[in-house]
Each structure stands twice: as C-alpha cells, then as structure tokens.
C-alpha cells in the first residue's frame, strides 16, 4: 500500500471513529434538549387531543423556545455537524416520529384523559416557570447524558 493509501485508511479511520464516538453534553445543552424534547411531546399530544395547548405553548414561549434551539444549533456546531440548523431539524423530527410511534399504540379514548395534566400545565407556562420546569427536568434526567469534562 502507497503513503497516500495509508494515509487515507488512517484518515477515514479517524473520521468513522470521531462520528462513532458518544457525543458530550455541557450542562445547559441538556436544559435546551430537554425542552425541545417538551416541546416534541406538546406537539404531539396536543395534536393527537386536539388540544390548542402546543399553539398557545409556543406563543408565550417563543423566546425561551428559541434561545434553546440555538444552543441545540451549538451543540450540533461544536460537534463538526456540518448544517447544524439541518441537524437541529432532523433531531426534532425523529423524536416527534418516536413519540407519534409510541403514543400510537394507546387508543385516543385513554391517551388524551391520560395527558390532560400535561397539556393544561403546559397552558399555564410562563417563560420562568418553563425554564425553572427544564432545569428541574435536566437534573432529573442528567444521568442519561455523557457530559463534557471541559
């Protein structure tokens, strides 16, 4: 084999393995993934129900919705993702897909009385208590995440 295959094996190599390898996550990425996570699951279930929750979700929450897709955006950035803004896109996607998918399998008849709670509190969100909601959540959740050790 030439230098240059050797160096292409090596180079490819490295490639295969920084995509493979798990992505970190600081500290207010998990905060932003855990919103847009909420975010997915209020869309679903809002739309499934028949809910007006999702819309009125998003108009009082717009800017703090916003401020944690940008930090998913640099989450994707920090990672070498080529089009974040598509990364961010397509991650929101697959989980709304997932949760479409499971939420699915339950008849509306019991998922919607099921999710009443959910979707009236999400009504009641103001900008700070839905901030204070995400942090809680992310330190629930923070075990679930490889986090950065920077």
């Known amino acids: 084999m030439t230098k240059l295959g050797i160096v292409a094996v090596v180079t490819i190599g490295a490639m295969a393995a920084a995509q493979a390898a798990p992505q970190c996550y600081r500290a207010n990425e998990i905060e932003a993934d855990q919103a847009l996570r909420y975010q997915a699951k209020l869309m679903v279930l809002s739309d499934s129900c028949r809910s007006s929750s999702y819309t009125e979700f998003v108009v009082r929450n717009a800017g703090a919705l916003s401020l944690y897709q940008q930090q ?13 803004e598509d990364a961010l896109e397509k991650f929101l996607t697959r ?13 509306l008849a ?3 009385p099921r999710s009443a709670d959910f979707l009236t509190q999400a009504v009641s969100f103001g900008k700070d208590e839905f901030r204070s909601y995400v942090a809680e959540q992310a330190a629930i959740e923070r075990h679930s995440y490889r986090t950065c050790v920077d």
């Not at 989980?95 to 008849?107: R, Y």
């Open 95 to 107: 989980i709304a897909n997932q949760l479409a998918l499971s939420f699915g399998q339950e008849e």
């Open 110 to 112: 019991s998922l919607c």
């Open 72 to 84: 998913m955006i640099g989450f994707f950035r920090r990672h070498d993702v080529s089009r974040p």
